[in-house]
Every structure is written in structure tokens, then in C-alpha cells.
């Protein structure tokens, strides 16, 4: 099968799909996505923590740290 019949059969099967996580996952494949669905307001605040974190990279709660106190309130 030469590469032209191999890129039909690709994208007759695409065009079937009706899973949009599953046209998602190839927009991001192709990285070809068009969306972006994180809203601003989230941006923001990962963009503030970021840049704490980076001011004081030693000022965090270690993971272990926090299942402990999970299974604690549990």
C-alpha cells in the first residue's frame, strides 16, 4: 500500500468519528488545535503561583506531606 492509500484510509476513518475527546486527542497529535478551553481567570492564577514558586522554590508542602494529612481528615 503506497503512502497516498494509506493517508485516505487515515482520513476516511477520522471523518467516521463522532468522539470529540477522541478528535481532540488528534488535533493535539497533529498539533493542530484550534481551541483553547482553560479559562483566563485560570491562566492568571497559575501564572501568580508559578511565579511565587519561583521566587521561593523551597516554600512548598511536600507530596507525602499531603496524603498524610488526606488520610488524616479521612
Not at 477522541?22 to 497559575?46: F, Q, V
Not at 512548598?60 to 488524616?72: S, T
Amino acid at each position: 500500500m503506497d503512502l497516498a492509500e494509506k493517508k485516505r484510509q487515515i482520513v476516511n476513518r477520522i471523518d467516521e468519528i463522532q468522539d470529540e475527546w477522541l478528535i481532540r486527542a488528534i488535533e493535539k497529535l497533529l498539533d493542530i488545535e484550534d481551541y483553547d478551553d482553560t479559562p483566563d481567570w485560570h491562566r492568571s492564577l497559575l501564572s501568580e503561583r508559578l511565579e511565587q514558586y519561583e521566587k521561593k522554590p523551597n516554600d512548598v508542602i511536600k507530596w507525602e506531606d499531603i496524603k498524610k494529612r488526606w488520610k488524616n481528615e479521612l
